[in-house]
């Protein structure tokens, strides 16, 4: 038997095929270092240089617990920077897992998911909200339902860059329940929180109309500043 002569073409060929099959072998790849994964979108190399934040579980009130488990450090900041700003969509599934992660089990009585929500011209000029993406496979693993009748009736300025104080006027009465909210614990899902501002006024909101707790689920704690 006599072997073909090793030619550019078929290296290439074989390149190809090898291509292909690690693509069905591991059809996804890490959002950070792109290397090829078999069914998580962020690999462990990546996972482990993360930075995390040292108290990733508060309990402050009002809430019954805010997770927060990474620094709004690189390379998250600029995943979710590139999530917002520049319609990355394909970090939001990586970064719902990340949070995921992070849960040692998700609480019992949460009944309900709440995106932070964003402003109706907001949401059209971006044409998403990012807290809803990040959202969306935690719904999906966990099957709650999402809480569609809060809205925030003020388009806000931007938050960074303001003073606590600033941040404080500038969000009063930001947010407001339309109708009823028949749920008792509320997760509000979040990309970041920096003094955690928004999400108490949204959770002082919630708890008027009648749920009985709010908690946050963020990525990314940023230092005000
Ligand atoms: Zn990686």
Same mark, same amino acid.
């Given at each position: 038997?006599?072997?073909?002569?090793?030619?550019?073409?078929? %290296?290439? #060929?074989? =390149?190809?095929?090898?291509?292909?099959?690690?693509?069905?072998?591991? *059809? /996804?790849?890490?959002?950070?270092? +792109?290397?090829?994964?078999?069914?998580?979108?962020?690999?462990?190399?990546?996972?482990?240089?993360?930075?995390?934040?040292?108290?990733?579980?508060?309990?402050?009130?009002?809430?019954?617990?805010?997770?927060?488990?990474?620094?709004?450090?690189?390379?998250?900041?600029?995943?979710?920077?590139?999530?917002?700003?520049?319609?990355?969509?394909?970090?939001?599934?990586?970064?719902?897992?990340?949070?995921? %992660?992070? #849960?040692? =089990?998700?609480?019992?009585?949460?009944?309900?998911?709440?995106?932070? *929500? /964003?402003?109706?011209?907001?949401? +059209?000029?971006?044409?998403?909200?990012?807290?809803?993406?990040?959202?969306?496979?935690?719904?999906?693993?966990?099957?709650?339902?999402?809480?569609?009748?809060?809205?925030?009736?003020?388009?806000?300025?931007?938050?960074?860059?303001?003073?606590?104080?600033?941040?404080?006027?500038?969000?009063?009465?930001?947010?407001?329940?339309?109708?009823?909210?028949?749920?008792?614990?509320?997760?509000?899902?979040?990309?970041?929180?920096?003094?955690?501002?928004?999400?108490?006024?949204?959770?002082?909101?919630?708890?008027?109309?009648?749920?009985?707790?709010?908690?946050?689920?963020?990525?990314?704690?940023?230092?005000?500043?």
């Amino acid at each position: 038997m006599r072997w073909a002569p090793i030619t550019s073409r078929s %290296l290439a #060929l074989v =390149a190809w095929f090898w291509r292909r099959i690690s693509e069905a072998v591991c *059809p /996804l790849c890490c959002v950070f270092c +792109g290397a090829r994964q078999f069914d998580a979108p962020v690999c462990d190399g990546c996972l482990g240089d993360l930075v995390r934040v040292t108290d990733p579980c508060g309990n402050e009130p009002p809430f019954m617990f805010v997770i927060a488990p990474y620094e709004y450090a690189f390379p998250i900041d600029a995943a979710i920077k590139a999530l917002k700003f520049r319609r990355k969509l394909f970090y939001a599934p990586a970064l719902a897992h990340l949070l995921m %992660l992070s #849960l040692p =089990a998700f609480p019992d009585d949460v009944d309900a998911l709440l995106p932070m *929500p /964003l402003h109706w011209r907001r949401h +059209g000029l971006r044409g998403f909200n990012q807290a809803t993406e990040i959202a969306r496979p935690i719904r999906r693993a966990t099957g709650l339902p999402f809480i569609r009748n809060v809205v925030r009736c003020r388009n806000t300025p931007f938050q960074s860059g303001l003073t606590a104080a600033q941040r404080k006027r500038n969000l009063k009465s930001a947010f407001a329940v339309k109708g009823d909210l028949c749920h008792r614990h509320v997760l509000i899902v979040d990309d970041v929180i920096t003094t955690g501002e928004t999400c108490r006024q949204l959770a002082d909101v919630l708890l008027g109309a009648g749920a009985k707790r709010v908690s946050v689920l963020a990525i990314a704690r940023a230092r005000p500043g």
